[in-house]
């Protein structure tokens, strides 16, 4: 037997732990960033998802699609605009982000696993109305009490677990793009890692997963942290060791963990097999948050 069959067998028999302890658990996974525009890493995102999925872990995908959105504005000649962070979506841009969303990129996802051998099926919160949501309005930098119209943006008010727990018995893959619906019908595009958290706590999910295009998160000596609890979380947010970009994502996860979920994780997505390395293994490949 040569070396590198032995090595395979070995990294095998150590998974086999968090194969039993994850076995039948639901991991809400929120797919961007390069992950997802890398050709190499978009066939090994949808490999890992079949394979989790076969080993009787529940992965759950909700994707992202902003760099998509914003090339398709431009090729139809209109200028992206942000507010702190978000997409100004006026009747136009919404039309694009769900012909991008809802369309495009979701099925692409949806065919990408089920090549590698999975069942997925594509949703949007406007699918049975799963997804609730109403206008997201946002506070202007100048003036606190000032509320910013970004347009058609929403934060979630409710999820119905339903579908997707109804597809995990029958073992598809659900893949969710995050547009949601307000009680008049109007349809609002929402932050995906929003979606992600929102829907890990409705889930009651053992892991909420955000693939990013960092190492994680990162001490003042610029080092990736790991096996952080609440507090520590907290702490590193006061003294603005974490901060920019990164500060939403964490919040997201903070909100995770506090409402139930297990452990939340800001991996590397750029890191080919970074899922079954987090999952799967003892050294992981990003941050890992859990609750007090």
Not at 113 to 130: E, P, S, Y
Not at 148 to 162: Q, R, Y
Request: aromatic share 4%.
């Amino acid at each position: 037997m040569t070396a590198a069959a032995t090595h395979k067998a070995q990294v095998l028999a150590e998974a086999l732990p968090y194969i039993k302890r994850f076995y039948d658990k639901t991991i809400v996974i929120k797919y961007g960033g390069n992950a997802m525009t890398d050709e190499n890493l978009k066939r090994g995102f949808a490999r890992d998802v079949v394979l989790l999925k076969l080993v009787g872990i529940n992965p759950v995908i909700v994707h992202g699609g902003g760099p998509q959105i914003g090339e398709l504005l431009k090729r139809v000649g209109k200028q992206s605009e942000f507010i702190q962070g978000m997409r100004v979506t006026d009747r136009e841009t919404m039309d694009i982000v769900e012909m991008v969303l809802g369309g495009s990129v979701n099925k692409e996802i949806v065919t990408m696993i089920n090549h590698a051998g999975g069942r997925a099926v594509g949703l949007t919160g406007q699918d049975g109305h799963f997804i609730k949501a109403r206008q997201l309005k946002m506070p202007s930098d100048a003036n606190k009490d000032e509320l910013l119209d970004i347009g058609f943006v929403g934060e979630v008010t409710h999820i119905d677990p339903e579908v997707v727990a109804l597809l995990d018995t029958r073992d598809f893959i659900p893949v969710i793009a995050p547009i949601g619906v307000g009680d008049d019908g109007e349809s609002y595009n929402i932050n995906a890692d929003v979606v992600a958290s929102k829907l890990a706590q409705t889930l009651k999910a053992e892991k909420l997963i955000l693939l990013t295009n960092t190492a994680g998160v990162l001490n003042q000596a610029g080092e990736v942290v790991t096996g952080l609890k609440t507090h520590d979380v907290e702490r590193m947010i006061a003294d603005g060791t974490i901060s920019g970009g990164m500060l939403p994502k964490v919040n997201y996860a903070l909100q995770a963990v506090n409402n139930g979920v297990k452990a939340a994780h800001i991996i590397d997505g750029r890191v080919e097999c970074a899922l079954l390395l987090e999952i799967l293994t003892a050294e992981g490949v990003g941050t890992l948050i859990e609750s007090d």
